[in-house]
Structures are given as structure tokens and as C-alpha cells.
């Protein structure tokens, strides 16, 4: 069956980084393109970023721009999110997901990840 696991949230001053990782199996990853999600408490999920399938484009929402990177490694079943620059407000439960590029929406999802960021 579908698998999306995620690992490497933490609690992290602000200023610093972390890289989430989201391995998959139960499907043939490297013909998905794949997102990062992330919910806050009291809030609706937002979308963060995005990579297609071959991982030559990427997509980021205005609040993750030049600050986090999306990456993939196809023959590890893996994505990554190398966060920098981390604040408070980036503090949330990180889903990673297969997503549908033109519409930014996930279809398979895993557990998620937190991440605080403390000030």
C-alpha cells in the first residue's frame, strides 16, 4: 500500500534549520510529483512547496521563497525540504504528499512532522 513517511521535524531556535525528509513506497514515486504541506494549529493546511516528477521544476508558496528549498532523489524513493532561516511562525505539523501540480492539492498523504521554531 501507499506509504509517505516523514522524519526530521524538531524544535529549533529561530534563525536556525532543518531538513525534513519523506521516504515513499507503494507506488512508483518517481513518476509522481510531490508537495510539502504544513498545518499550524487553528488553522486550515497550507501548501509550501512543490516539485515535479522529474524534479527539474519547483514551487513555493510566497512564505517558504528563498528560504526553504525542495529537492528530491528519485533512486532513494526520497523528497527533502532544507528549511533556513526558520521563524515562529513556520511552527506546524509538515505533511508531505503526492500532489497534482496544477492544482496544488495532495492526494496521498503521510503522518506528518512538527516543527516548532521558538523565538
Known amino acids: 500500500q501507499v506509504q509517505l513517511v516523514e522524519s526530521g521535524g524538531g524544535l529549533v531556535q529561530a534563525g536556525g534549520s532543518l531538513r525534513l525528509s519523506c521516504v515513499a513506497s507503494?507506488?512508483?514515486?518517481?513518476?509522481?510529483?510531490m508537495g510539502w504541506f504544513r498545518q499550524a494549529p487553528g488553522k486550515e493546511r497550507e501548501f509550501v512547496a512543490a516539485?515535479?516528477?522529474?524534479?527539474?521544476?519547483?514551487y513555493y508558496a510566497d512564505s517558504a521563497k528563498g528560504r526553504f528549498a525542495i529537492s528530491r532523489d528519485n533512486a532513494k524513493n526520497t523528497m527533502y525540504l532544507q528549511m533556513n532561516k526558520l521563524k515562529p511562525e513556520d511552527t506546524a505539523l509538515y505533511y508531505c504528499?503526492?500532489?497534482?501540480?496544477?492544482?496544488?492539492?495532495?492526494?496521498?498523504w503521510g503522518q506528518g512532522t512538527q516543527v516548532t521554531v521558538s523565538s
Open positions: 504528499a503526492t500532489t497534482l501540480i496544477a492544482t496544488m492539492k495532495g492526494g496521498y
Open positions: 507503494g507506488f512508483t514515486f518517481s513518476t509522481y510529483s
Open positions: 516539485i515535479s516528477w522529474t524534479g527539474d521544476t519547483t
